[in-house]
C-alpha cells in the first residue's frame, strides 16, 4: 500500500553520485538500532516512540470530556504555553482549521467552537493587551501548559489571565474554568494547581517538549479545535508501523534522515522546509523546534530554516536562487486542497490571465512548486520532495511521527544526543540576572558592566 508521505529525492540524486548507499544504509541502521534498543544518550526521552500506541487511554477519554466542557461553556480558549509545550498544538490546529479559525464566520461555518489564542509565547504587553481585549467580554477557558511550571513567559502570561478569570467568575468559577498541563508531581504549577483543585493533564516524564504533541500538552489544544484525535493517533500508529517494518529503500523517514546528513556532510548546513500551503506555516515552526533542538549542539547539527511559497519566492526567493550556496531544500507538497478555486475568463484578457481559464488553483499551484524546484536546483540547491495526500487529522498524525522518529535517526547520525537542550538556559541565566531575581545577584553586575 502506498504510504500517506513520500518523499523523493529525484531532483537531488546528482549529489549523491559519489555516495556508497549500501553504506549510507548501514549508518543510518545504526542509528535506527541506537534509536529503537534505547541505548544512546537521551534515552531516557524515549517515551515518544511507542506513544501513538502505548497512551493513557483514561488521560485521552479526560482529554476529550474537558473539550467538551470548554466548547460548551467558553467562547474562548487561552492556551498558554511555549517551545515545546506551545508550537505542537499550534502546527496541528492551523493546518487543520480554516486559515481565518476565529472568524465569527468560520466558527459558524465549522461546527461551532470556542476562538483559540496563544499566549505565554513571548514577553510582549501589546501582544497580551491584545488577547485581553478580545476575550474579556467573552466567557473563556485558560489552559497553561508548563512542565517546569516556572517558564517565565507562560508564567507572567498566566498571572494576568488567571487574573482576569478571577475578577470575571470569582475564584471558584475561575478555578473550574483552569486546565493545568504540567509534571504529574512536582513544580510550581503543579503545586499551585493541587492548591486550587484545577483539573489537571499530564507532561509525561520520559518525552521532551519538542515530541510532546501526541500527549494531553497538545491534544487537550487541538480537541478544543473540534480535531478528531483519534485520527491523529491512528495517522502516527500506522506511520509508526510502517517505519518499524519497512526496508531502508522504500523507507522514508530513514531516507530523510540519512540524505539530509549527507548534504550536510557536503557543506550544506541549512535546511529550508518549503510549503505550498499557509495552513503549513506553524507545522514549519513547529519543524524548526525539533530539528533545532535536538541537533544544534556540539558545535554542529544543520540549521533547520522554513519559507511559506509562493509568498517567500517574493522575498527570499533571490536568495535562494542565486545567493550563497549552504542550503537544501526539503519542500512539502499537498496533493489535495483543503478546498479548490477555479479560474474564469474574462472578457478581453485585460489582465493576461486567460491563459489559465479553466485551471484549478491547485494546479497552478503545482506548478508553481515545480517550476521553483527546478529553477532551484538548476541554482545549485538540492531539492528533496515530501508529498502528502492531503491535511487531515489522520496524515498529519502520521507527518509528525515522521518528523520526530527521522529526527531521532537523524540526530544519532551526526552524533549528538537528540533529546536534550543544554544550551536553551544560557539567554534564561542572563535575563534572571539582568532582572534581578534572587540567587543571580553576582551575576547580574558583571552584565551590566558588560553592557555599559
Ligand atoms: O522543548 C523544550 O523542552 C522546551 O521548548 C520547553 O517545552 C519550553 O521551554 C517550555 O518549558 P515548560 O513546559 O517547562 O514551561
Redesign the pocket.
Known amino acids: 500500500m502506498k504510504n500517506v508521505i513520500d518523499f523523493d529525492i529525484s531532483k537531488a540524486e546528482h549529489y549523491f553520485k559519489d555516495v556508497n548507499i549500501s553504506e549510507l544504509e548501514a549508518r543510518a541502521l545504526r542509528a535506527n538500532e541506537v534509536l529503537v534498543s534505547r541505548s544512546g544518550e537521551g534515552n531516557g526521552f524515549l517515551g515518544w516512540i511507542d506513544l501513538p500506541v502505548n497512551y493513557d487511554r483514561k488521560e485521552f477519554q479526560a482529554i476529550k470530556e474537558a473539550a467538551a466542557k470548554i466548547r460548551s461553556d467558553s467562547d474562548a480558549l487561552v492556551v498558554i504555553?511555549?517551545?515545546?509545550?506551545?508550537l505542537g498544538a499550534r502546527a496541528v490546529i492551523d493546518s487543520l482549521s480554516h486559515c481565518f479559525y476565529n472568524s465569527k464566520e468560520a466558527i459558524e461555518k465549522e461546527e461551532k467552537r470556542p476562538e483559540i489564542y496563544f499566549a505565554g509565547n513571548n514577553i510582549s504587553s501589546s501582544y497580551i493587551a491584545d488577547i485581553i481585549d478580545v476575550v474579556k467580554d467573552k466567557d473563556f477557558s485558560v489552559n497553561i501548559?508548563?512542565?517546569?511550571?516556572?517558564?517565565t513567559e507562560?508564567a507572567l502570561a498566566f498571572r494576568i489571565f488567571r487574573q482576569l478569570l478571577v475578577d470575571k467568575y470569582g475564584e471558584a468559577e475561575a478555578g473550574k474554568r483552569i486546565y493545568a498541563t504540567t509534571d504529574k508531581e512536582k513544580g510550581a504549577l503543579k503545586n499551585l494547581s493541587d492548591k486550587e483543585g484545577y483539573k489537571e493533564f499530564v507532561?509525561p516524564d520520559d518525552i521532551?517538549?519538542?515530541y510532546?504533541v501526541l500527549s494531553a500538552v497538545g491534544l487537550l489544544p487541538i480537541a478544543v479545535a473540534g480535531i478528531d484525535i483519534d485520527e491523529l493517533m491512528r495517522g502516527a500508529a500506522d506511520e509508526r508501523k510502517h517505519i518499524m517494518s519497512t526496508p531502508f529503500n522504500d523507507n522514508e523517514a530513514l531516507k530523510y534522515a540519512a540524505y539530509r546528513n549527507v548534504l550536510l556532510e557536503k557543506g550544506r548546513s541549512v535546511e529550508i522546509l518549503a510549503n505550498y500551503e499557509p495552513n503549513f506555516h506553524y507545522i514549519a515552526e513547529w519543524w524548526k523546534?525539533l530539528y533545532g533542538?535536538s541537533e544544534g549542539k556540539d558545535k554542529k547539527g544543520i540549521y533547520p530554516a522554513s519559507v511559506d511559497f509562493t509568498t517567500d519566492l517574493h522575498s527570499l526567493g533571490q536568495f535562494i536562487q542565486d545567493g550563497t550556496r549552504i542550503m537544501f531544500e526539503t519542500v512539502v507538497w499537498i496533493e489535495k486542497a483543503r478546498r479548490e478555486l477555479f479560474v474564469k475568463g474574462w472578457e478581453g484578457d485585460p489582465d493576461g490571465l486567460n491563459y489559465l481559464g479553466g485551471k484549478s488553483f491547485s494546479e497552478i499551484n503545482f506548478n508553481a512548486m515545480t517550476g521553483t524546484m527546478l529553477a532551484h536546483t538548476d541554482g545549485d540547491v538540492p531539492n528533496f520532495l515530501i508529498t502528502v495526500s492531503e491535511l487531515s487529522a489522520y496524515t498529519i498524525g502520521s507527518l509528525i511521527y515522521f518528523f520526530e522518529y527521522a529526527c531521532g535517526v537523524s540526530g544519532y547520525m551526526l552524533g549528538v544526543n537528540p533529546f536534550n537542550?543544554p544550551g536553551?538556559e544560557a539567554y534564561k541565566k542572563n535575563m534572571f540576572a539582568l532582572l534581578g531575581k534572587p540567587g543571580f545577584e553576582a551575576q547580574g553586575e558583571e552584565l551590566r558592566k558588560r553592557l555599559n
Do not use: C, F, L
Open positions: 504555553g511555549i517551545g515545546g509545550s506551545y501548559i508548563s512542565k517546569s511550571g516556572t517558564t507562560p507532561v521532551g517538549g519538542r510532546s523546534q533542538e537542550q536553551v
